[in-house]
């Protein structure tokens, strides 16, 4: 067993550290105060190629493995959550998917621009009544000669106002289930489609998360990822992947908890010495890094079998629930540690907190994750 990164790895993880520091920690409490998206940041992050990292070069990707994403997800979003999650979902849910099954086609014409971050990619599953239970799903696309005429709703999709294609999940076969769900990608400059406006959210405040509307929206049968009807099984699979980015993100949150924990406990001197002398704050520490470094295992193990090629779905569904448990507590001890400083904005950590709890919410509830591991343990 090693666990040695390999240069590769350490030096993807050294540049997004620098990046994080040097380019996104200046804005980020007032991005995040203003819900300002972090265009010029998006940008930058692009030309460092973290818009398509795993994406081969074929393609124009970085062609690095899942653990260099993963470790890149963790400096980003130990700085900006936000800018994390923007990056996550064009990597893991958009890019991947559409390497893994678009057709050469959809490759040479979308992937190779979202790849390079040239264009942005958003992820459209959920609709108001299907979340968890995702194949519930309403929104209707019908065959009509060589294209599919796209109707319905979608929710709680990150990139919705900023992307430019939108992986579309549609019924076009009613009453088979799961089995009649089809995948398509979806250019937003198509007639008929409509994205609704932002949600007011509680934390990632700087990323967008809208609703999307689709009326009569012809969309082209090159359109089609996969085959019909196979695009519950898409969708599921490409969650997998996602898992491990949404993980990294939580892990990076935790992180986050922890270095300022540190820094403010030394510095901060009660009764005449610093906090950091009294075991009740040394316990709460250690605790933390235990349970970080414990996430951090997981999430590269499940990473690692990814890359190996190896049913990986279960460990990823291990890795994103303890790590975004572990972002929760670790941010919420972390504003205790700074107390009535840790409860204002200026100081930043309490956006910690509010960004941890959306990583047990999004890409699948703990709930779900643990739906998830049992079937694995009892199949
Ligand atoms: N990969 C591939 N196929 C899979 C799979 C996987 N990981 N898991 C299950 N399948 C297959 C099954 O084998 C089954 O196929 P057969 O019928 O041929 O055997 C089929 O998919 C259906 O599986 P289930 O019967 O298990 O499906 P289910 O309806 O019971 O749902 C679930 C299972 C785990 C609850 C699933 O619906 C799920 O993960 N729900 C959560 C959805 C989710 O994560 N949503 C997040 C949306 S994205 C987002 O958050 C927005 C954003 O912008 C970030």
């Known amino acids: 067993m090693n666990f040695n990164l390999t240069e590769e790895q ?5 540049t997004a550290r620098d990046f994080a520091v040097n380019e996104l920690a200046p804005g980020v409490i007032h991005r995040d105060s203003n819900k300002i998206w972090p265009a010029e940041e998006v940008k930058k992050m692009a030309q460092l190629g973290f818009m398509g990292i795993m994406v081969s070069n074929n393609w124009n990707g970085g062609g690095m493995d899942t653990v260099s994403y993963s470790l890149a997800m963790e400096e980003i979003a130990r700085v900006d959550a936000s800018a994390s999650v923007i990056m996550s979902v064009n990597n893991s849910l958009v890019c991947y998917l559409l390497e893994k099954y678009g057709s050469d ?24 009544q299907s979340g968890s239970d995702a194949s519930n799903m309403l929104a209707f696309a019908k065959r009509e000669g060589d294209y599919y005429l796209l109707n319905g709703t979608k929710n709680w999709v990150t990139n919705g106002l900023h992307s ?75 969650l997998d992947g996602g898992r491990i980015g949404i993980a990294s993100q939580a892990l990076g949150i935790a992180q986050a908890s922890l270095d300022h924990s540190i820094s403010y406990s030394k510095e901060r001197q009660q009764f005449g010495k610093p906090i950091s002398s009294n075991q009740a704050i040394q316990n709460k520490l250690a605790n933390m890094a235990i349970e970080i470094e414990s996430a951090r295992l997981l999430i590269h193990k499940a990473a690692w079998l990814k890359d190996l090629k ?21 941010s919420t001890e972390c504003v205790q540690i700074h107390g009535g400083y840790g409860y204002i904005q200026e100081t930043g950590v309490e956006r910690l907190m509010r960004d941890a709890k959306i990583t047990q919410i999004y890409e699948g509830t703990s709930e779900i994750q643990r739906v998830v591991i049992a079937r694995h343990l009892l199949k």
Do not use: W
């Not at 350490?10 to 050294?14: E, Y």
């Not at 959809?106 to 990619?121: F, M, N, P, R, V």
């Open 10 to 14: 350490k030096l993807i993880k050294k």
């Open 105 to 128: 086609y959809i490759k040479e014409t979308y992937l190779k621009q979202l790849a390079t971050g040239d264009k942005l990619g958003a992820f459209s599953l959920s609709e108001p």
């Open 164 to 238: 430019n294609y939108v992986i579309v999940f549609a019924v076009t076969t009613k009453d088979v289930g799961h089995k009649g769900i089809s995948c398509f990608i979806v250019d937003k400059q198509y007639e008929g489609f409509e994205v609704g406006k932002p949600e007011d959210k509680l934390g990632i405040k700087s990323s967008d998360t809208t609703e999307l509307y689709f009326s009569d929206v012809k969309i082209p049968i090159e359109n089609l990822i996969g085959n019909e009807g196979e695009g519950f099984k898409i969708a599921l699979s490409t």
């Open 310 to 330: 190896q049913d990986y779905g279960y460990m990823a569904s291990m890795a994103k629930v303890y790590a975004s448990e572990v972002a929760m507590r670790a």
